[in-house]
Structures are given as C-alpha cells and as structure tokens.
C-alpha cells in the first residue's frame, strides 16, 4: 500500500472515525485532522446532560484527547485550526491557525469533509439578547451552564420541540427552571406521527413542562441587552431569563460550495456510495452531508452520530482502495424525555402520505415490556407501518418506558435486510419474565399485521373516524367503558357478544374498539363469521385517546384546525 497523506476537515463523530479507521487500514499514510474548535472527539450528545448536572465532569465529555490520537494512533489533530479553502487543482487546503491570526497551506492526497452541521439561528428581533443559546459545543454548554450559574434563571423557553429541544427542556427543569417550549407545529418530535407525539406531549404537561404547539417564536424582548421574555405569533409573552434555539441544523458546506463541489437540493454535499464527492480526492460524512433515504430513496440530511460514525468508516475504506458502501439511512433515532423513551426508525405515515404513496397500512399495539407478572412491567405503546402489497416493512415508531429503543432497533434492523411483517412474526428473540415475553413485542406487532395482510382482520381508519358511517362496538368490560369511551360507540362486552349479535346491523360497517386492540381482534373474528362486515380499531381506546384528545372534531372543523386552536389555547 503506498503511503500517502489524508487531511481531515472536522474532528468529532466522522471526522475522528475516519481518522481511526484510515490508522487501522494504512499503517504508513500521513493523518492530519483540523478542528476549529478546542476539541477533538467530543461527546455532542452528552451536552443536555451537562447543563442538567447529570454529568457533571467536562472532562468526560471528551472521549479522545489530541494525545490520545497521537500516541495510540500516530494521528496528528490540530485544534483551533479552521480550514479556509481547498485549492482543488493544486490539492491543497487554505487553514486559519485561530490562536495566532495566521494562514498556512497545507497538500493533500486524500481529503475528508466532515464539518457537521451549525444550529439554526433565526434572524428575529432580539435573538443576539444575552441569554439567548444555540447548544452545539463544548463551549456552548460552558456558555450556558455559566449563564444559568451567575443569573439564577427562573424561567426558561425552548425553541423547538425536536429531540434536541425536549432534552433541554428536562435539563433545565432539572436546574430548577419553569420551562415553556415552543413549537412551531401541532406536534413535539416532527418526525414521529401526530398520534405518537402525543404521548410525549401529555408526559411533558405531567412533568410541569408548558408546552405552546402550533405556536412560533416572533421576537425576543430584553432589559439592559439581556433575554426577558419571548413572545409568539398567536401573542403570547413567555416569561424566559433563559432561552435555548433549537430548531434544526443546516449542513456546513459553505467549504465544499466554495470549492465547486456539487450540492444536493436540501444544501448538503452529493456524495456517492462510498462518500465521494464530484470530486475523486474529496470525501465527505456526516451531518454535512445528504445520502439516500433506504426507504423512499430520496436525498435527505439524517444528522444522528450513528450514519456519521458509519460514514466515516466507509470513506476510510474506500481511501484505502476496499470496496465501501454506505447502504442509506433510516433515521433510526431515540430520545429520553423525562423518563419516557421515544424511539423511531424508518418512514412515518406522515411522510407517506405527503409523498402520495397509499400502498401501506399501520397498525397500533400496547404491549408491556415484559411478562406483566413479573414486577416492574410497563406498557409501550407501538406503531408498525408495512407495505400492503408485500408487507415490507416500512417504519416503526415507539413511545414507552424500558425495552422501547430495543424492540425499535430490531425492527430498523429488519428493515436494513428487507424483512416483512411475516419475518417480525417469526423473529426469535430473547426471554426470561423480567426481560420481554415469549411473545415480543416485536412478534406481536408482526402478528396483528400479519394477520390484516392475511385478511383475518379488516382495519378501521382512524383518520376516518369523524366521517362517521361507521357503527361503533364498544367490547370492553362495562366499568371500562363508563370511565370513558369513544364518541358515539355502544358498549357490548365481549364475553355477551354472541348474545347480543342481534343488536348490531348487518347493512352497516362496524368498527369495533376494546382497549388495546386484541379483544376487539377476536370481537371482528367472531362478527365476520355471522356475516357482519367488521373491522377493527387498531390499538384501541388507548390508541383513541392520543389521536382525538378532544374527542371527534364537529364536522364543519377538520382535525388539523381544531389540534392547532386546541393547543395553541
Ligand atoms: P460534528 O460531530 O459536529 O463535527 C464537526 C466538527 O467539524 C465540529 O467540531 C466543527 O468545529 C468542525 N469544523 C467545521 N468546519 C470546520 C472547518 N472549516 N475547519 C475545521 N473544523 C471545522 N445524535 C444522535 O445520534 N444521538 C443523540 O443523542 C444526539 N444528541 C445530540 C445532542 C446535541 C446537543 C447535538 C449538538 C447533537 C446531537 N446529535 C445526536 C447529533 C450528532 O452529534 C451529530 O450527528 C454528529 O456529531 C455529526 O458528526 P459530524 O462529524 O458530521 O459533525
């Protein structure tokens, strides 16, 4: 192998993985990295927690010092460094040396981008009001923790209701803050569907988070040049000493758009399989970067560390001359809110139905975490989305306490290998009754689709729900139903009704709801066998009550206007 020298833009998730790996595969190439921050490898994810005082020794924070890189891996990072521009035709880098003002050039055979991705900062009145964050660094959370140190806050506002936002919120909580986000849509965690959202939502209500939805931030106001309140479209004014912005990132690639490098439509760098740029000298991974949704096939910045930690492998490989593919990405993604874990991999109904794809069904199961007799179990609540036409999965998103993000990652699993419903069926997993159940969560959710796909069961829409036409079945327990029920159903327990089959009709649809889902299963098995044309209401009246909190919307007032005013009251 010859030796050859590989300069590295970015020293964090993709940058340092590329830098490891290339050490791995090439014992004699030359490896530069250039960090513009004061650290190498830092742990970004980390940094909620540090504010919160869950961690709280910086120091472990970094996960690989400059030393580290040199003594174990004979890898030279240079921090403080800030890479200006690549001349490509000579293959050489312009960097900035930020402690002493001064310019230096710098060849390279190889080049990798992995510049990552800056926070959002809206250009609106105030914003440059001290109190006023972004979180991306160290330094940042420095910044912030100093802040929260010195002026005592006693409310705070969360710009942004995405995961980033949500852990920011439980931090400051854990600070002692009133904390109010605000999100611009009707739902918390944009990529979850509304219904899944919602659970998150109500959790954050119970732990004393005010949360305004369908509501965006319009202008931040101030005393003596620091942050006081926020005040919002709808005219709220939101007491805040503290504010954190945390409403997206947008991809670095300033440098590979001043170099001529090709862009993809959402502004991140084309790359190829093996994260190539238009360039064959220059590389590029992670958040900066779009890649191929594994799913739909469209263009798409994904900025989790897992695919940046992969990409940089990959983009190491293929330096070194192996075979790299990087296979896209699925999103796969978790949070921790206050104790709940939300966890999501692959394509959202949502997103589905923005792209007009009708060729999918979604099912809703409540299963507990594992066997209910063992102490300790608690209920997770599961949305599997499949392809009707050859039940491929699709997408999976949980909300729930433990084994959530377990039964997620085995499904973004299935969906890397192109499994179906019928192989979520069949999975083998591991169990013991503290553990899971003989029956997994996951083999239950590939069981109540697989059995749609069969056609022993037919499904009920539940955005179909307030167009009434339906007759509504009601087949839990009496005292169940007296504590609450769906709009409009009638209440025939299970147990009486091949009883009281003469009460229903037999010229209208049924939809038939228990509380979770299964014994309205057997409640349609038994209706379709004495002819009646009956479906079920995935999921139940558990399901119900996060997709109609305020019950079914009068007919003159869709579901979106009535969510957007309800909330944002
Ligand atoms: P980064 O890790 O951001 O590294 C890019 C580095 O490049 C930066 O340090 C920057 O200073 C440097 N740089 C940029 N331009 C230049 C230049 N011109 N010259 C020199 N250096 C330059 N992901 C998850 O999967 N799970 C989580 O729980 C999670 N939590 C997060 C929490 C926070 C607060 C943040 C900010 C991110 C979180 N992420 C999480 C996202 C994850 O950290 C990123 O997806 C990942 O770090 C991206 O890796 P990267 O190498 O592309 O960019």
């Not at 994810?45 to 540090?50: R, W």
């Amino acid at each position: 192998m010859s030796s050859k020298r590989v300069l590295i833009v970015g020293g964090v998730a993709g940058g340092a993985s590329c830098a490891a790996r290339l050490r791995r595969l090439d014992e004699q190439a030359e490896i530069v990295v250039f960090e513009k921050g004061p650290y190498p490898s830092f742990a970004n994810c980390g940094l909620p927690y540090y504010i919160g005082d869950a961690i709280s020794d910086e120091a472990k924070l970094l996960v690989a010092t400059p030393e580290l890189f040199r003594n174990r891996f004979n890898i030279e990072v240079r921090t403080e460094q800030e890479v200006l521009g690549i001349n490509r035709g000579e293959r050489k880098i312009e960097v900035k040396d930020l402690r002493k003002g001064s310019v230096y050039q710098e060849p390279y055979d190889a080049l990798v981008l992995s510049p990552g991705a800056v926070p959002a900062r809206p250009p609106l009145p105030g914003v440059d009001l001290a109190g006023v964050f972004t979180l991306r660094t160290i330094p940042d959370s420095r910044a912030i923790r100093a802040w929260i140190q010195e002026s005592q806050p006693r409310n705070a506002a969360v710009v942004g209701g995405g995961f980033i936002g949500l852990e920011m919120a439980e931090n400051l909580a854990r600070r002692g803050m009133k904390v109010t986000i605000v999100e611009m849509l009707d739902q918390v965690i944009p990529p979850l569907d509304r219904e899944m959202a919602e659970y998150v939502y109500v959790h954050l209500l119970d732990k004393h988070v005010s949360v305004r939805l369908a509501d965006a931030v319009e202008r931040f106001n101030g005393s003596e040049g620091r942050v006081t309140s926020v005040e919002t479209r709808s005219g709220a004014r939101i007491q805040a000493d503290v504010v954190i912005l945390s409403v997206g990132v947008k991809p670095e690639s300033q440098l590979a758009k001043d170099a001529g490098l090709e862009l993809g439509p959402q502004g991140g760098i084309r790359v190829d399989e093996s994260m190539r740029t238009s360039d064959p000298c220059i590389w590029a991974v992670g958040d900066a970067v779009e890649v191929t949704d594994a799913i739909t096939g469209e263009l798409c910045i994904v900025p989790l560390a897992g695919p940046a930690n992969r990409q940089g492998r990959i983009a190491a490989d293929a330096i070194c001359g192996r075979p790299a593919r990087f296979r896209g990405v699925q999103a796969t993604a978790v949070c921790g809110v206050f104790g709940l874990t939300v966890a999501m991999t692959g394509v959202s109904e949502k997103r589905l139905q923005q792209a007009k794809d009708a060729d999918y069904e979604a099912v809703y199961l409540h299963p507990n975490d594992h066997a209910s007799y063992y102490p300790g179990a608690s209920e997770m609540h599961l949305k599997l989305i499949f392809r009707r036409s050859d039940g491929v999965v699709l997408g999976a998103q949980g909300v729930g306490g433990q084994g959530v993000e377990r039964r997620i990652d085995v499904i973004s699993f299935a969906i890397q290998k192109g499994s179906t419903v019928f192989d979520l069926e069949e999975a083998e997993l591991c169990y013991a009754p503290q553990f899971g159940m003989a029956k997994d969560p996951v083999n239950l959710a590939g069981m109540v689709a697989a059995n749609v796909l069969r056609g022993d069961v037919k499904l009920a829409k539940w955005d179909e729900l307030p167009n009434g036409g339906a007759f509504l079945v009601d087949v839990r327990e009496e005292k169940e139903f007296d504590r609450g029920s769906i709009d409009g159903a009638i209440n025939i327990p299970l147990d009486q009704l091949r009883q009281r089959l003469s009460e229903l009709p037999k010229d209208r649809p049924i939809w038939v709801n228990c509380a979770r889902g299964q014994r309205s299963y057997y409640a349609v098995r038994i209706l379709q066998q004495h002819g009646f044309d009956a479906s079920n209401l995935s999921g139940g009246y558990s399901t119900w009550e996060v997709w109609y909190p305020e019950g079914l919307p009068s007919a003159e007032v869709t579901q979106a206007e009535q969510t957007s005013q309800d909330r944002a009251a």
